[in-house]
């Protein structure tokens, strides 16, 4: 035993010098502006972002199967907590939304319900992550424009445009534009989008991310330094504690049996962070080298631990992400320990340096959020949605426009509606079918019924039969069916009952017949 776990020390420390730790610093430089980019769309504290981080990398890190996922607040998730903490009214309750999500996700990997999430119709799911990408995309602009007072934007996404707030800010919003944020914000994405051009690649040893907040600092700092009007305001730079941990605060557990909301989101959060972290974890697994499969059970848990301490210590919830996992994977991590650096790394961010993070203008990070947007949303989505045909696109269609007029749980919902109808119109298809052919004068029809025959069918099989004339031949054959359920049985005991008094011939093959009774009034 002994033996076996000096070996395993020494392959984990050749890891960590040749490989791991450059990764881990890596995953850390995307991950900073990210978290606080992240933190800053949900309306939550912007130490809770980095907080999240923080446990996602070193608690989740170390519980996580996977080797090479990386957690952290997700842009995903910024709708539903931007939307909850406004309803709850205070940052403070919105926390125990986080507590039960996390011992929701405890449960699923407990009960080994992990699988759950592939019962979700992508299409659905693409679609949640299209409309996310729509409201992130659109709560960013006023930041983006150095607007400073974008109160409105807080409100849905369809409220945006009433006269109350959007004709009823335009009058002032020239004023409140800062010429230098919009600067700022243009050549950050120009950057942005440059780098993820195949002629750029070679630059990408600094990350995207990264190199915008560098240049965000640096023109602010000369526009400073000259005196220039564009200069940014300080309510237009991030704003994070000296001493964060002095000013973390704490769920405000005597609301938690005060309010169902609080439940209804937990649960809604729970399920959301799942379906991104499994989404995740599959996407990872795919580009391991290694072809290594995390367990999904214990990732759930150990989300779901971290969802936990997160709403404890004041920060803002977590998934598994694919930006830092894609970036951990491409600066070449080979195990858990790089994920586990990139959180100490933001550790010591917060602990010695956090007067260089304070110098991160607010329009670098609206650029990296509307970037993420577009990539949640981008056309190519719409466009391989619309060749799988309609059954795959109106589902997603319909959850993107439903959650921007009302909100994610009744977009999601309907859209799952939705591909259950199309479902069960292929069932009605796919369980029977009836011929007709003519004999000696006589209408001969076959209904012959395929693979297993559910109580969906029994109208569609009710109707067939009452449609067979009087004076004809009717043969219905189960010799390819697996299972009838007893209520199609039910029909067609009925029907043979009555097919006598109509003088029609029945035969039935494989075709067992049930004891039916009327129903009394």
């Known amino acids: 035993?002994?033996?076996?776990?000096?070996?395993?020390?020494?392959?984990?420390?050749?890891?960590?010098?040749?490989?791991?730790?450059?990764?881990?610093?890596?995953?850390?430089?995307?991950?900073?502006?990210?978290?606080?980019?992240?933190?800053?769309?949900?309306?939550?504290?912007?130490?809770?972002?980095?907080?999240?981080g923080i446990i996602g990398g070193i608690v989740v890190g170390v519980l996580s199967g996977s080797d090479l996922a990386v957690s952290g607040p997700a842009a995903g998730l910024t709708t539903v907590v931007a939307a909850s903490i406004i309803s709850l009214g205070d940052f403070q309750t919105f926390l125990l939304t986080v507590i039960i999500a996390g011992v929701f996700q405890i449960l699923l990997g407990v009960l080994k319900l992990g699988v759950f999430a592939s019962y979700f119709p992508s299409s659905v799911i693409k679609g949640m992550m299209a409309a996310i990408g729509i409201i992130l995309i659109s709560k960013?602009?006023?930041?983006?424009?150095?607007?400073?007072?974008?109160?409105?934007?807080?409100?849905?996404?369809?409220?945006?445009?009433?006269?109350?707030?959007?004709?009823?800010?335009?009058?002032?919003?020239?004023?409140?534009?800062?010429?230098?944020?919009?600067?700022?914000?243009?050549?950050?994405?120009?950057?942005?989008?440059?780098?993820?051009?195949?002629?750029?690649?070679?630059?990408?040893?600094?990350?995207?991310?990264?190199?915008?907040?560098?240049?965000?600092?640096?023109?602010?700092?000369?526009?400073?330094?000259?005196?220039?009007?564009?200069?940014?305001?300080?309510?237009?730079?991030?704003n994070i504690p000296e001493n964060m941990f002095a000013e973390i605060k704490f769920p405000e557990f005597s609301k938690i049996l005060s309010n169902q909301e609080i439940w209804k989101d937990g649960i809604l959060i729970g399920i959301l962070a799942t379906l991104e972290t499994l989404l995740c974890i599959e996407a990872m697994d795919k580009l391991d080298r290694h072809n290594r499969i995390t367990p999904?059970?214990?990732?759930?848990?150990?989300?779901?631990?971290?969802?936990?301490?997160?709403?404890?210590?004041?920060a803002i919830?977590?998934?598994?992400?694919?930006?830092?996992?894609?970036?951990?994977?491409?600066?070449?991590?080979?195990?858990?320990?790089?994920?586990?650096?990139?959180?100490?790394?933001?550790?010591?961010?917060?602990?010695?340096?956090?007067?260089?993070?304070?110098?991160?203008?607010?329009?670098?990070?609206?650029?990296?959020?509307?970037?993420?947007?577009?990539?949640l949303t981008r056309v190519e989505i719409y466009k391989h949605l619309f060749k799988l045909g309609l059954k795959q696109f109106i589902p997603f269609i319909a959850t993107i426009i439903i959650i921007l007029v009302t909100d994610l749980l009744i977009g999601v919902s309907i859209g799952l509606l939705?591909?259950?109808?199309?479902?069960?119109?292929?069932?009605?298809?796919?369980?029977?079918?009836?011929?007709?052919?003519?004999?000696?004068?006589?209408?001969?029809?076959?209904?012959?019924?395929?693979?297993?025959?559910?109580?969906?069918?029994?109208?569609k099989i009710k109707n067939a039969l009452d449609k067979v004339p009087a004076y004809s031949v009717l043969t219905i054959d189960g010799s390819e069916v697996h299972f009838i359920d007893h209520d199609v049985l039910e029909i067609i005991s009925d029907f043979k009952n009555k097919a006598h008094d109509r003088h029609i011939q029945l035969q039935m093959i494989n075709i067992e017949t049930v004891e039916t009774a009327a129903i009394s009034h």
């Open 296 to 314: 999904v059970n214990r990732e759930l848990i150990a989300q779901g631990i971290g969802n936990f301490l997160c709403g404890l210590v004041g």
């Open 140 to 238: 960013q602009i006023p930041l983006a424009l150095g607007y400073n007072q974008p109160d409105f934007w807080t409100s849905g996404f369809v409220q945006i445009f009433t006269s109350k707030n959007f004709l009823g800010n335009l009058v002032e919003f020239n004023s409140h534009i800062t010429r230098g944020a919009v600067f700022i914000s243009v050549i950050s994405l120009v950057i942005l989008i440059l780098m993820k051009k195949p002629q750029f690649q070679k630059f990408n040893k600094i990350p995207a991310p990264l190199l915008v907040v560098i240049f965000g600092i640096f023109i602010n700092f000369l526009m400073n330094y000259f005196g220039s009007s564009y200069a940014l305001k300080p309510n237009q730079l991030v």
């Open 1 to 52: 035993m002994d033996l076996h776990l000096d070996r395993t020390f020494k392959y984990y420390w050749l890891m960590f010098k040749r490989h791991d730790l450059s990764a881990g610093l890596t995953v850390f430089l995307v991950a900073l502006p990210l978290c606080l980019g992240v933190a800053l769309a949900s309306g939550a504290p912007l130490y809770s972002g980095i907080l999240s």
């Open 418 to 459: 939705i591909s259950i109808y199309y479902i069960i119109k292929e069932n009605f298809k796919e369980n029977y079918d009836i011929e007709k052919t003519h004999f000696q004068g006589i209408d001969q029809y076959k209904l012959k019924l395929h693979s297993n025959v559910t109580f969906i069918n029994k109208v």
């Open 317 to 375: 919830p977590m998934t598994a992400v694919v930006v830092r996992g894609s970036a951990n994977i491409e600066a070449g991590a080979k195990t858990k320990v790089s994920a586990f650096m990139h959180g100490i790394f933001l550790l010591l961010s917060v602990l010695l340096i956090p007067f260089l993070i304070n110098m991160i203008p607010y329009a670098s990070l609206s650029a990296i959020l509307i970037i993420t947007g577009f990539g």
